[in-house]
């Protein structure tokens, strides 16, 4: 039971929660620049400031039923998103209509493709790093190092 304290307490179900949308995203935004060229593609993307209210709701939740720090986080399903049963996320995206379509009925916009990449890469290392680094934490404080 103590490994699950430690595991669900602090910022670590946060952390590990964006860094699991931003793992599926990355899938979907490395799709989207694959098929940048092929003719009917509609890009498809979610919305990370959508996950981003799910997060909060899923902390905001955790704290009115735990007090605080510790507890186990549950992000509730929403349109665009929805935990998987194995400690995933399932992503529902949805085509984009705000770009102008080419003669081969493709929606690509490439500027705004490496711009949701390079974004989503910054968060996804962030996101790893600051979980490392309260890993390292809790290592050091097993290990009764200061």
Known sequence: ??????????????????????????????????????????????????????????????RMRTGGQRGAMHIKPTRQLRPDGRGGLELAPRSSSGNILFHDRNDRDLERLMQSNAENVAAYRLSAELLRNRFELLRSAIAERA
Request: aromatic letters at 4%; hydrophobic letters at 45%.
């Open 1 to 62: 039971m103590l490994i699950g304290d430690l595991s669900n307490s602090g910022a670590i179900p946060a952390l590990e929660a964006t860094l699991k949308f931003a793992a599926a995203r990355q899938k979907l935004i490395a799709h989207n620049i694959a098929n940048a060229d092929t003719p009917d593609f509609r890009v498809q993307d979610v919305d990370p400031a959508h996950f981003q209210q799910a997060l909060r709701s899923a902390v905001e939740e955790r």
